[in-house]
């Protein structure tokens, strides 16, 4: 299993440019979610999905459009590109969040962005 | 407004010391997790702890869990130079799907 891809693994932006981030998984996770990471912080959530079709908000959706047509794959779309999305972007994936199962997060190895 | 928060921030210590890393958290979770992160990589899951007491190991790593306390900590025994990371506690937010992670513990160990 290749696990958590991710595509691409840089890429410099212009400022109100537009970019689709690509992330996909082959371990039939249900849940996969979309996190930011800025220099020498944590996480923060933008958006995550439960499912084909079902999306959802996360700390951070400003900026961020989500969409989850398989299980499989989950894009990231940023519209109007701005220096304050300069970032890390990691996708991730877990097998259940039901509270009877672990919910370890599988992480992709990352999108590192840059605007400019 | 749930929080997680780590401390130290960061800590620097001598190779064959012990030292604690505290996650301290504001809501109602009987889950918790440890993740490890490598300078430049991605997040590497390192325990799921599931309910209050739990306590797991992995070579000079353990983790518990005290759901009352709203606290977890990461043991580190004997450091040596591999357990240089970065390492992040994670809390899932009960009712939700959403995982809130910790601002994370940059270590450095010394020869």
């Known amino acids: 299993n290749a696990g958590v891809t991710q595509t691409p693994k840089f890429r410099i932006l212009k400022i109100g440019q537009s970019m689709t981030l690509q992330c996909a998984q082959d371990?039939?996770?249900?849940?996969m979610y979309w996190y930011r990471q800025d220099p020498g912080m944590g996480l923060k959530l933008i958006y995550y999905s439960v499912g084909a079709g079902i999306t959802d908000k996360g700390e951070v959706p400003n900026g961020y459009n989500v969409s989850r047509s398989t299980t499989e794959d989950f894009p990231l779309r940023l519209e109007l590109a701005a220096p304050s999305q300069t970032s890390v972007y990691f996708c991730?994936?877990?097998?259940?969040?039901?509270?009877?199962?672990?919910?370890?997060?599988?992480f992709g190895p990352g999108t590192r962005l840059t605007v400019l | 407004e749930l929080k997680v928060e780590q401390n130290p921030l960061f800590l620097s210590m001598q190779e064959g010391k012990n030292y604690t890393i505290y996650c301290n958290y504001s809501t109602t979770s009987d889950r918790l997790y440890w993740y490890r992160q490598d300078p430049g990589k991605s997040l590497e899951s390192l325990f799921v702890l599931l309910s209050n007491g739990a306590v797991k190991q992995e070579g000079r790593l353990m983790a518990s869990l005290d759901t009352k306390a709203r606290l977890s900590t990461l043991h580190i025994t004997a450091a040596v130079h591999d357990l240089s990371a970065t390492y992040f506690c994670?809390?899932?937010?009960?009712?939700?799907?959403?995982?809130?992670f910790g601002t994370g513990t940059r270590l450095k160990v010394l020869a």
């Open positions: 994670a809390v899932d937010m009960e009712g939700t799907y959403k995982y809130i």
């Open positions: 991730a994936s877990s097998y259940s969040a039901y509270r009877s199962y672990y919910n370890e997060q599988f």
């Open positions: 371990m039939n996770h249900n849940y």
